[in-house]
């Protein structure tokens, strides 16, 4: 098969298009024809960082939509030509190919209704958000939330999923992308370059700071954060923890949470696994019946991947990129 190879970790430009040999699924696995992938952050991080349990040439690349090829042993309920959307492991060769071996367990069944370009866009960031808005965060009796980057994939599922909890949604975008995240339903979009986020925070809440905030920048951010977080509120974070060491015991009671998507293929649990489906086949639905947006701003060919992954290193990108395999 052919596929995106990267030679050596370090360089976007060392991957490069060509030939290897066809991988064959083993017991619990799928053998997948890709069809799309979406790109993010996480895969060009990983392939200019590298990873330890990588053996080279490693193919990158966590979110796929494509048709089962083959079925592997100790496999129930997938055959060939079975349409599936995945979030890969990132610790295995991944999407950035013709075909690609997935866990099954992971795997959600796209709609027949619903693009191999939307399933693949909901994929690692649709489920991230998920899994913090709806699985983590504490939304009962909660009136509002803090979205960082509203404007990106997480951010921009994050509002859609806030919103369909009834919260009252602020976000942070870039001036050009406030029509953006109200058009997906945020409330108030904060110019973070052009004002101060807490202040504007606590102007909108009458002093009392949100009750919800998910970070998706970064810690230092985050504990920023902690200046914005209500009495008993709750702050998710997925790229780095707030530093609690300056806030006096007993007096904001947060509580905090880690989103890790991708951990879940390393914890081992079959339950977190199977979590990764769930979430998959949830999400679709909801793009199914037309209550979920995909974001999906544009669709490459497969010989424009690269030039993709620069485009969204540069960290101006709205919603979501997608490759067709």
């Known amino acids: ?32 024809k890709v069809r799309a992938v979406a790109l993010n952050p996480v895969d060009y991080k990983v392939a200019l960082n590298g990873n330890p349990a990588w ?21 129930t309920g997938f055959k060939a030509g079975d349409r599936v959307a995945v979030h890969t492991s990132l610790g295995k060769k991944g999407a950035f190919a013709e075909l690609a071996v997935v866990d ?36 009962t009796h909660k009136k509002n939330i803090l979205i960082h980057a509203g404007a990106g994939g997480v951010g921009g599922f994050a509002i859609q999923l806030a919103k369909m909890q009834g919260l009252r ?20 979009a904060i110019g973070y370059k052009e004002e101060n986020v807490t202040d504007r925070i606590m102007e909108e809440t009458n002093g009392r700071g949100a009750d919800l905030i998910l970070n998706t920048v970064g810690r230092d951010v985050a504990t920023e954060d902690l200046d914005r977080l209500a009495f008993s509120g709750h702050l998710a974070y997925i790229a780095g923890a707030p530093d609690l060491s300056g806030v006096k015991p007993f007096s904001l009671s947060p509580s905090i949470h880690e989103v890790a998507l991708g951990a879940a293929h390393a914890s081992g649990d079959d339950r ?38 620069k485009e969204l290193q540069g ?8 490759v067709k395999m």
């Open 169 to 188: 949604v602020f976000t942070t975008a870039s001036a050009s992308n406030h029509e953006w995240v109200k058009n997906l339903g945020a409330d108030v």
């Open 1 to 32: 098969m052919k596929a995106w190879l990267l030679k050596e970790a370090g360089n976007l430009d060392h991957l490069k298009w060509g030939e290897i040999a066809d991988p064959k699924e083993e017991k619990g696995e799928l053998l997948i």
């Open 55 to 75: 053996s080279y040439p490693h193919i990158v690349g966590v979110d796929l939509a494509g048709e089962v090829v083959s079925v592997g042993e100790a496999v």
């Open 104 to 139: 099954a367990r992971a795997a959600g069944r796209i709609p027949d209704e619903v693009s191999f370009e939307d399933a693949a866009a909901i994929l690692c960031a649709g489920m991230t958000a998920y899994e913090a808005v709806v699985q983590k965060l504490n939304t």
């Open 272 to 309: 977190a696994v199977k979590n990764l489906a769930f979430m998959a086949e949830e999400l679709m639905e909801m793009v199914k019946d037309g209550r979920l947006e995909s974001l999906v701003t544009k669709v490459l060919p497969c010989d424009e991947l690269v030039q993709g992954l």
């Open 315 to 322: 960290r101006h990108v709205k919603g979501k990129i997608i």
